[in-house]
């Protein structure tokens, strides 16, 4: 029996990209980026702020489209602008998201069950804390994992 491409049956795409590459970055996730993970370098200075990431439609997307958002490194907190990472569904899609936080995020809309958007959020998220998201064909399914409470919110 062979085994030949089998090193390749559970590999994941991995895109790469950074909050800091312009003074506000806005980025539309597409179709075809299904199954990618994100992996995403925040801002923390004060020459560039934090990013704007939409969804694809729930239409397009599909039932079974998914993609994680991976945090790169800590979202310091500057002091003169917002370096938020804010993940959001497209227009048209509004409270559309089943966002599943932490346990202990109760206060931040653990369960909420019509979010619109999730926040990484400045001074708060740490590195390797993550989104995933998965379309039923008719709205996202959102789960988080963070290190801190706070460190993503939700969002109605």
Not at 4 to 15: F, V
Not at 23 to 41: H, P, R
Not at 48 to 77: M, S
Request: net charge negative.
């Amino acid at each position: 029996m062979s085994k030949l491409g089998r090193y390749s049956a559970n590999r994941l795409k991995i895109e790469e990209f950074n909050a800091y590459a312009t003074a506000t970055l806005a980025k539309t996730i597409e179709v075809a980026d299904c199954g990618t993970v994100f992996a995403m370098t925040a801002a923390g200075n004060d020459a560039y702020e934090g990013a704007t990431i939409t969804l694809p439609t729930i239409a397009a997307a599909g039932a079974g489209w998914w993609a994680r958002f991976v945090l790169v490194n800590d979202i310091a907190a500057d002091g003169s602008d917002n370096n938020n990472i804010l993940i959001q569904d497209a227009s048209g899609d509004s409270s559309t998201m089943v966002v599943h936080l932490p346990a202990d995020a109760a206060v931040d809309g653990a369960g909420e069950p019509a979010g619109a958007s999730v926040t990484f959020v400045e001074g708060a998220a740490e590195a390797g804390d993550e989104a995933e998201f998965v379309c039923t064909g008719t709205r996202w399914l959102c789960h988080v994992r963070c290190a801190t409470v706070g460190g993503v919110t939700v969002q109605t």
